[in-house]
């Protein structure tokens, strides 16, 4: 009876909910925040004031904040001046309820997610593993949680159990089909090997939070880059690995012996790229072979065993992600600016079941870290959790492998999806743009690479584009006794911008003691990376090189089923829709797509808002939008209007064919933006104008979905 009551005032909930929602054929912006959108709280109130003191201004200056995207190349040379998407992701499995026979679990105060009573250092690490693994993310939104719980009652209400499964029956009659166990105690852990460990993605992630509570969480990244160098032998993850785990002074060093450190060194300087290329397509790398034969070791001696005891006490085992019935299945594979301002919009319409996809748990804002590489201290204010903005449906972390007409494949495993948003980007043939899994990996490599910026005196930047010129901006201003130099191809620095760009900025990094070296291509670098040769034939020598131009498209995961979407570049072939070629229910945008607009941040935003509205207007049975039509931004070729920060004194203001000025004013104009795109992307902001009407809320499908018209 109570069991029914209860029912039956959540069913109630639920239809008013979905009574309430805006299911108009009219693609007007919404102005009710969207259904898991929180109001700015009070905490935020004095930045939302000044936020809108700069409204106005922003509203001419639509890209102010955006990378130029101008490395000062030559013609036919690959710019990286772009900020948007980070590297392919792949996949590990999230969590929805609690299994029974899980230790007693206690509700946070705040509402927040519920706790582990653990008993010591081994079951608080597995709490967090637990916790990081769980559907529930730790919003406080109020609106957020009353729509997950509905969405969990009404599936559990509607799913009865399967008599067909052979599993064992679950949490609110949910059988449990013996694909991911409902305890890990029933994984018999005793006779768990690592092996076993590595290859599942829930026990893989947790003993990777259990070795960070040993002080050895670089041994579990150091094997898993390993397996991904297994599927991908390429030069630049030798060197990735290489410069992160193997030499002394890496960020995350291995506790090998020293003699096993000095011959895999050695041993690299042989190993070049084109043999690399020129090796059998399965045969494997065996280069760092000797460090993890050290490696797993050390596990299977120190930390396995802790693990297996922890394991065996504490349920962290994840169950099947719950998808709404009727739900439409949406697969993001990225986590750049683009895939979360899609993710955004979608997760929270309760018509869509949202996955994203990525090779780490966190937000980066590209934009601002040329700023975080010269102070590594302010990178707290410049990132946030995926799990603050997917707040209804689960962050999945991992590398894509493949993906196929109606899924994505990553670790062996597949999220099967109705629509597919590749915004995988294109990556640097360096690390100002990361890739790093966690945070404190993340934050360790960058306070890493700022030692190894402090002990250097001589500096080279590679690139005139805005990110070379923010760099040697901000090195400058941050060391000004060392020799900081940039050298590109193009005889003018900020190359898409106007001219008086160049003239302006060149005196002014010069002012700042800053060598340019223009009109001169590198052409050979040494081993060591410390020695260079233009073109022209001089020879620059430096302690330390920041490659900021070659822009590389993170498409490998399409080759093996779909080579035929991508250009003779690798990046893939996009429709004016934002549609993948050949394909309805696939899109794509920002720096991977081949169409010929400014790679900028605001293009990603603008792209990420367009697709989230074509995927609702499909649904409608309408037509998808051609970019720049009915609402939707346009996104230009050359750009309109942008800031290139000069350090933390100064940027510059260009807006074509009309003002080109330098200042501490524009400086403000450009961290103002940044801010405010990082308050719409958590939903404490509405989703600005200038990047495109926002779609409007679908409430959730009534049937399954049906075949779609193509368009």
Known sequence: MLLGTIRNRVANRRNNAVANASDSDSDSEYTQPLSGETTPDTSSTQDCASSAATTGALEELWAIGADPGDSGLLDGEEDSSSYSDHPEGGLCSTTVATPPGSPTFATRPNGGEPTLRAESTSM??????????????????????????????????????????????????????????????????????????????????????????EFAEENVFFLEELALLKRFPEWRLVQEILNDYIRSESPLALNIEHRTRERIIEAATALTPEIIKAMPKNQPITLFDPAAREVRSLIETNILPKFKHALSRVNIAPTLSVVPPNARRVVIVGGGILGAFCARLLDAMPRFHVTLVDTKEYFELTPSITTVMANPSLVENHRFLHTSYVRNGRVVIGYATEVCHRQVRADGQSIPYDYLVIATGATYNSQIRGNNVTTSYRTKKLNADFRSLEQSRSVLIIGGGSVGVEL???????????????????????????????????????????????????????????????????????????????????????????????????FIRTRPTLQVFGFDHIFTGGDVANLKVEKLAFAAASHGVSIARNICRIEKGRAPLVIGTKGTAASPGKPIAQVVSLGQSSGLFAMRGSYIAIGMRYLNLKKNFERDMMLMIQGRAPISALLGKVPSVLPAATKPMEKRPRF
């Open 124 to 213: 608080l690490a597995l709490d967090r593993a637990y916790r990081k693994l769980s559907f529930d993310s730790s919003s406080d939104s109020e609106p957020s949680r009353q729509r997950s719980h509905r969405r969990a009652a009404a599936h559990f209400s509607s799913v009865p159990p399967s008599p067909t499964s052979g599993g064992a029956p679950g949490l609110a009659g949910i059988t449990d089909t013996g694909s991911l166990p409902r305890s890990l105690a029933e994984s018999r852990s005793d006779s768990l090997s690592l092996d076993d460990v590595l290859g599942r993605s829930d026990l893989r992630t947790a003993l990777r939070v259990f070795a960070g509570t």
């Open 472 to 570: 040697a901006a901000e090195f400058a201003e941050r060391f000004p006794t060392k020799h900081i130099m940039l050298v590109s191809s193009s005889p003018f620095l900020l190359r898409r911008l106007p001219k008086k760009a160049h003239r302006l900025v060149a005196p002014y990094l010069e002012s700042l003691g800053v060598e340019l070296i223009l009109g001169e291509r590198v052409v050979n670098l040494d081993t060591t990376g410390r020695r260079m040769e233009t073109d022209t034939g001089r020879i620059i020598e430096c302690d330390k090189f920041y490659l900021a131009t070659g822009q590389v498209p993170q498409t490998r995961f399409l080759k093996a089923h779909f080579s035929n979407l991508l250009d003779t570049t690798g």
